[in-house]
């Protein structure tokens, strides 16, 4: 088995230095991969994260630059409905605070995952002239990494504080009622 990597979009810019979203969104399909496109089965992950894995949040796949690990319970990685979720509480070192300054200011605009494929964790089809791989078991996590240049576009990553959460969680509540 080889580890593979995929990336992924859309940083929200706000306050703070809560950074939460989602790493892998379900069924969508992942930019031209040289010769194909990708996508992520709902549930994919699930036997992965049920062996409790040492997952990092790092930075451009960069070990050096470890920002949250779930063994040391500072980054949260679950899978709901929508997809693969993050949350970490960046740090307050320097390249995490450079890191940071740089979500805010638009430079780094992506989300990515490493991660390797069961054993006959996928199926392809071809649709058109396009080739379509469907990962339907991942068998290790190895990251979630923010990153300058996405594969998927179908993600979201924030930046917010306390307030900004429960302000969020307010508008939702006020949204559904709606």
């Known amino acids: 088995m080889k580890n593979e990597k995929r990336f992924n979009s859309n940083f929200t810019n706000l306050t703070g230095r809560n950074v939460s979203g989602y790493a892998v969104v379900y069924n969508a399909l992942s930019k031209n991969l040289g010769g194909f496109k990708e996508r992520i089965a709902p549930g ?12 990092v949040a790092i930075f451009n796949h960069d070990l050096n630059q470890v920002l949250a690990r779930t063994t040391s319970k500072t980054l949260a990685v679950n899978s709901d409905k929508r997809g693969l979720t993050f ?3 960046m ?6 605070n450079d890191i940071l300054e740089s979500i805010k200011r638009g430079d ?3 989300c990515s995952f490493e991660f390797r494929v069961a054993p006959g964790g996928e199926h392809w089809q071809k649709v058109g002239s396009l080739n379509i791989r469907t ?3 991942i068998s290790d996590i190895m990251d979630v990494s923010l ?3 996405p594969a998927y576009d179908d993600t979201s990553v924030s930046v917010r504080s306390l307030q900004d959460e429960k302000t969020l969680k307010c508008k939702k509540s006020m949204y559904w009622m709606a």
């Open 87 to 89: 949350n970490f509480e």
């Open 147 to 149: 990153v300058t240049r």
């Open 91 to 96: 740090p307050d070192v320097s390249y995490g």
């Open 44 to 55: 994919a992950f699930d036997k992965a994260l049920k062996n409790n894995p040492d997952i």
């Open 135 to 137: 990962i339907t078991e």
């Open 108 to 110: 780094i605009s992506g």
